[in-house]
Nanobody, 127 residues
Framework: QVQLVESGGGLVQAGGSLRLSCAASGGTFSSYAMGWFCQPPGKEREFVAAISRSGGRTYYTDSVKGRFTISRDNAKNTVYLQMDSLKPADTAVYYC????????????????????WGQGTHITVSS
């Protein structure tokens, strides 16, 4: 059983930056592909970014390309989401997710592909 705990959310002005962290425990972190999802107010949870278990492959939804960067430190059992040039439309609860990956290059982009989820961290971007 993998436990995921997100941190780093908060209130930021448009154009600002935040870095989210997701600390994992209870499993071999380097065996898991990781993802970040967001759930804006009144909307469904949606994909933001994904990273392979080795960190060698990443993938982003179009709306965050060039602004967000996903990374991981397998020695620290942590995945990060660096969020720059934030917009009010980025306001949401952000969740990290994990699933076992048998390929070192696989990443996953849909909620149904992930097994474990964190509790979420709120981000509010003011205009």
């Amino acid at each position: 059983q993998v436990q995921l705990v997100e941190s780093g959310g908060g209130l930021v002005q448009a154009g600002g930056s935040l870095r989210l962290s997701c600390a994992a425990s209870g499993g071999t972190f380097s065996s898991y592909a990781m993802g970040w999802f967001c759930q804006p107010p009144g909307k469904e949870r949606e994909f933001v970014a994904a990273i392979s278990r080795s960190g060698g492959r990443t993938y982003y939804t179009d709306s965050v390309k060039g602004r967000f960067t996903i990374s991981r430190d397998n020695a620290k059992n942590t995945v990060y989401l660096q969020m720059d040039s934030l917009k009010p439309a980025d306001t949401a609860v952000y969740y990290c997710a994990a699933r076992l990956a048998y390929s070192g290059t696989s990443y996953f982009t849909s909620t149904g592909q992930y097994t474990y989820w964190g509790q979420g961290t709120h981000i509010t971007v003011s205009s």
